[in-house]
């Protein structure tokens, strides 16, 4: 296939199994579609003609081409309504619930995500909302998590703020009036609607269940019952389905202070089963029954509950429920730029003297303070309790995210100091001289950054890692190899070096300097302490990235080691490939923080440098 060749179609078919029959409604580039509540119509959004590459703006993960949107009469298979004109946006595609309407974000075509508006489509045609000054996210959020909007009653009501960057609240909109704010009055806003009922909309905020009306909110859960949301776990739901489609029902599931499962509605509270635990995940529900998957050690129970009793259904891993899990701790202290922040430490059980290395684990913008196991995050990155479980000790320290490219490195390193040593004044028996920074993805290109800047520890590991911004702008990713008739690849790793972590503002020969910056591997010859590179040849994280690093490691003295798993993408699936991947970490944490007999690395405040000197061991 080439970039000229047509992309395949597909078709939306209606499915009669009584009479075994079938009936084409649509052919063509389907993006997403809807159907109305009362079955009678669908709304479909097609893929058009293509979007030029970076016009208006470049997005990380931007369909390239345009959306439009159609309503489709499922009786006659004719066009009901549609929106000529109108690119529609991902994510949002949400009809009232009297079947009227369906309501989207759309924009005209030339303009960008954050200049379009709320609007919906239906007999009568299209029907565009005053937002006043509500700006609700930019387009990079909006392609990559969408708008959040619902309907309350013919009206809409969306998430916004009333300026960039401010607190996000509801607000109720009108066609030709300005915006209501429904939420003003909660501590906390809620950021999704948990249930659509006929009398309004019901979310939760401020440890109560509330009734979203048009003249505000009203408190629906007792008075001195504390309760947050039962949101049903559903790992191969779309994007969509989890923020735009409330379930339409008058009643809503919650979870008390005690873990109980309870059934809210107006003038009722049922509790499901006994009391529960805080890692119990809700699987399906109704108004008088749930399925809960409830863990024990690393034990998992399948159990039903109802308003009579609990039954066990299934139980995996009856052997491993009396594991204990290790509970992270948290480490106060001041970020970079002076402000509270927390990291996160995991210690592992027995006496002090018996860890054998401090792990280090970074990712701009985020801290890992959950020791839960479950049998899908063990299939992902590294989880510190397998680390804890092998006696050593992992710091999930908090880094700033969204820096520019002049100033991230050193703030890095300077986040990672911060953290290391409030974890140490806390925690004196933590080996300060057998430390390893470890990262994933941006966590890698984190590590890589840190390591041209410091040799406070004795090596570092660096899983599907940027090194070089000039070569991610350009690189193709594997699917774009394998299917380059979808033209999208362009947009991701371009998009993901000017406006999306990489944050670079612009292609290479516009802003050199920032690439130059931002990328690690020209500073390859400051590395001073050995680096383990795990790769993988179908990750949208280039395997060429960590190829050239180590390339250039080698190049300059250094010392490094490239693992690569051959038919993996950005994570490891395969249950071999992931005991052999913690297995190369376990051999590297043994080789460069184990004790070797004479030879002594460097001090903690040794400036990194190209020019030999000890690592340990030598590999």
Do not use: C
């Amino acid at each position: 296939m080439t970039t000229e060749d047509p992309e395949p179609v597909q078709a939306l078919v209606r499915l009669d199994l009584p009479a075994g029959r079938t009936r084409v409604l649509a052919e063509g580039r389907i993006a997403d579609f809807a159907l109305s509540p009362d079955g009678r119509a669908v709304a479909l959004a097609s893929r058009a003609e293509a979007i030029p590459l970076g016009r208006p703006e470049l997005l990380h993960m931007e369909d390239d081409r345009r959306r439009r949107l159609i309503v489709l009469d499922l009786e006659t298979g004719e066009r009901r309504s549609e929106a000529p004109g109108l690119d529609v946006a991902p994510h949002l595609l949400r009809w009232s619930a009297d079947s009227g309407a369906v309501l989207v974000w759309a924009r005209q075509d030339g303009r960008r995500w954050d200049e379009g508006g709320l609007a919906s489509l239906g007999d009568d045609g299209v029907a565009r909302y005053d937002l006043g000054t509500l700006a609700p996210v930019s387009s990079a959020e909006i392609v990559l998590s969408g708008v959040r909007a619902e309907w309350l009653g013919r009206r809409p009501v969306l998430h916004a703020a009333t300026e960039s960057g401010g607190r996000r609240d509801w607000h109720l909109l009108s066609l030709n009036a300005p915006p209501l704010t429904l939420t003003g009055g909660l501590a906390q806003p809620p950021g999704r609607i948990a249930a659509a009922g006929d009398d309004g909309l019901r979310a939760f905020a401020d440890g109560a269940l509330w009734a979203m009306t048009s003249t505000g909110m009203r408190r629906i859960s007792p008075a001195g019952l504390t309760v947050r949301e039962a949101t049903p776990f559903d790992l191969n739901s779309v994007r969509r389905l989890k923020t735009n489609e409330a379930p339409r029902r008058a009643w809503t599931a919650a979870i008390d202070a005690d873990n109980r499962l309870l059934i809210l509605d107006e003038d009722r509270m049922l509790a499901l089963g006994g009391a529960g635990g805080a890692h119990d995940r809700v699987l399906a529900l109704n108004r008088r029954a749930a399925l809960v998957l409830q863990p024990e050690g690393l034990s998992e129970r399948l159990q039903l509950h109802n308003d009579d009793a609990s039954a066990v259904l299934d139980e995996v891993n009856q052997r491993l429920a009396d594991v204990i899990l290790t509970e992270a701790q948290p480490i106060p202290h001041l970020d970079w730029q002076g402000a509270e922040t927390t990291s996160w430490l995991f210690l592992p059980p027995g006496p002090a003297d018996s860890i054998r290395g401090l792990i280090v684990g970074v990712y701009p913008g985020w801290a890992d303070n959950l020791a839960r196991v479950d049998p899908f995050t063990m299939t992902y990155s590294r989880r510190p309790e397998v680390y804890v479980s092998a006696g050593y000790a992992v710091l999930s320290p908090m880094i700033p995210a969204g820096l520019s490219a002049e100033e991230r490195g050193a703030a890095y390193v300077a986040s990672v100091d911060l953290a290391v040593d409030a974890a140490l004044a806390r925690f004196p028996q933590l080996p300060e001289d057998r430390m390893v920074l470890s990262g994933h993805s941006f966590g890698g290109y984190a590590a890589l950054e840190i390591a041209t800047r410091s040799s406070r520890f004795r090596s570092y590991i660096a899983s599907a890692p940027y090194s070089d911004l000039f070569g991610v702008w350009g690189e193709f990713d594997a699917v774009g190899r394998i299917q380059p008739e979808t033209g999208m690849f362009f947009r991701f790793n371009q998009g993901w070096s000017e406006v999306g972590q990489g944050s670079l503002g612009a292609p290479p020969w516009g802003a050199p300097e920032r690439y130059a910056a931002s990328s690690p591997f020209l500073r390859a010859d400051r590395i001073s302490r050995p680096v383990l590179l795990l790769t993988a040849d179908l990750d949208f994280a280039p395997m060429s990235q960590a190829e050239r690093m180590f390339s250039a490691i080698l190049r300059t003295g250094g010392q490094a080691r490239l693992v690569t798993y051959w038919g993996e993408t950005h994570l490891i699936w395969s249950p071999a490939n992931i005991r052999d991947y913690y297995a190369q970490v376990f051999e590297w944490l043994a080789l460069t923080l184990d004790p070797v007999e004479g030879v002594r690395p460097p001090g903690p405040d040794a400036p990194p440098t190209s020019a030999p000197s000890p690592r340990t061991p030598p590999l």
